[in-house]
T-cell receptor
Framework: KQEVTQIPAALSVPEGENLVLNCSFTDSAIYNLQWFRQDPGKGLTSLLL?????REQTSGRLNASLDKSSGRSTLYIAASQPGDSATYLCAVRPRYGGATNKLIFGTGTLLAVQP | EPEVTQTPSHQVTQMGQEVILRCVPI?????FYWYRQILGQKVEFLVSFYNNEISEKSEIFDDQFSVERPDGSNFTLKIRSTKLEDSAMYFC??????????FGNGTRLTVT
């Protein structure tokens, strides 16, 4: 059974610092991996999606990497800003999960960027 | 940018009552989903819906739950007889298939 773990559970950094969020998954048979941002009381905003054949994706100050064989992904945030404060969720779509976009989520990392 | 919209944002109901959570997916999307997040826990898949039928459902999605696409725009989740443990944030999502999921802002359901 696929399990997704994220560490750390919470992280507090000063503004301007570069940081890395970690995600690990137990079954390498994935179709893709997606990073989301969740603001308090809000929905999930997709940040980056990495297909299983890809190694990384970039969007602005965000860079996500995928090492499928070791079951790991990282989300790198450059030059963090207070507006980056949110919970970051990692989710995998199992390769054998049928035709649906059924995602398995991690517990998230709560990020606080101090001004 | 098109978005998934959910109503209401917060629903309070008494145990045993029926609730209907409503969603308007993005118009050109074909796949629709419900997920839920109990406070402090992971987001969990409930059900997926395609071509007017359920394509997959989780163990959580028992006989108390049902989904419907009553017209060309709405997608609903019904809980027939709510329990205390149904209290959670319920997220609707849609996609065009293998594209990223787009989530709504959720409905917070509180069962008292």
């Amino acid at each position: 059974k696929q399990e997704v773990t994220q560490i750390p559970a919470a992280l507090s950094v000063p503004e301007g610092e570069n940081l890395v969020l970690n995600c690990s998954f137990t079954d390498s048979a994935i179709y893709n991996l997606q990073w989301f941002r969740q603001d308090p009381g809000k929905g999930l905003t997709s940040l980056l999606l990495i297909q299983s054949s890809q190694r990384e994706q970039t969007s602005g100050r965000l860079n996500a990497s995928l090492d499928k064989s070791s079951g790991r992904s990282t989300l790198y945030i450059a030059a963090s800003q207070p507006g980056d404060s949110a919970t970051y969720l990692c989710a995998v779509r199992p390769r054998y999960g049928g035709a649906t976009n059924k995602l398995i989520f991690g517990t998230g990392t709560l990020l606080a960027v101090q001004p | 940018e098109p978005e998934v919209t959910q109503t209401p944002s917060h629903q309070v109901t008494q145990m045993g009552q029926e609730v209907i959570l409503r969603c308007v997916p993005i118009s050109n999307h074909l796949y629709f989903y419900w997920y839920r997040q109990i406070l402090g826990q992971k987001v969990e898949f409930l059900v997926s819906f395609y071509n007017n039928e359920i394509s997959e459902k989780s163990e959580i999605f028992d006989d108390q739950f049902s989904v419907e696409r009553p017209d060309g725009s709405n997608f609903t989740l019904k809980i027939r007889s709510t329990k205390l443990e149904d209290s959670a944030m319920y997220f609707c999502a849609s996609s065009r298939g293998n594209s990223p999921l787009h989530f709504g802002n959720g409905t917070r359901l509180t069962v008292t």
